[in-house]
């Protein structure tokens, strides 16, 4: 199983960015997928989970209306679209099988 992270950076306030995982190794459009992430000194935080056939997402309470997951499964990929974003979505984002298996992740910093 690999998963590799990219399209994090620096953005300010208000800005918007779309995170992207591609995965490898095993039968991605059977599992669901999820974005997680962890800013300095605080613990590992899910961020958004998407079904394996992308009908259904569930998103953590600060990011509902800002951040969308969705999927490709034909291109095995899962993205985050994060728009509206604050200094306290700084952290880094890493999307992960299950719980199971995890990528490198991907900083994203907002500040002005």
């Known amino acids: 199983v690999q998963l590799v992270e990219s399209g994090g950076g620096l953005v300010q306030p208000g800005g918007s960015l779309r995170l992207s995982c591609a995965a490898s190794?095993?039968?991605?459009?059977?599992?669901?997928m999820s974005w997680y992430r962890q800013a300095p000194g605080k613990e590992r935080e899910l961020v958004a989970t998407i079904t394996s056939g992308g009908d259904i997402a569930n998103y953590e309470d600060s990011v509902k209306g800002r951040f969308t997951i969705s999927r490709d499964n034909a291109k095995k990929t899962v993205y985050l679209q994060m728009n509206s974003l604050k200094p306290e979505d700084t952290a880094a984002y890493y999307c992960?099988?299950?719980?199971?298996?995890w990528g490198q992740g991907t900083q994203v910093t907002v500040s002005s």
């Open positions: 992960t099988l299950q719980g199971h298996y």
């Open positions: 190794g095993f039968a991605f459009s059977n599992y669901d």
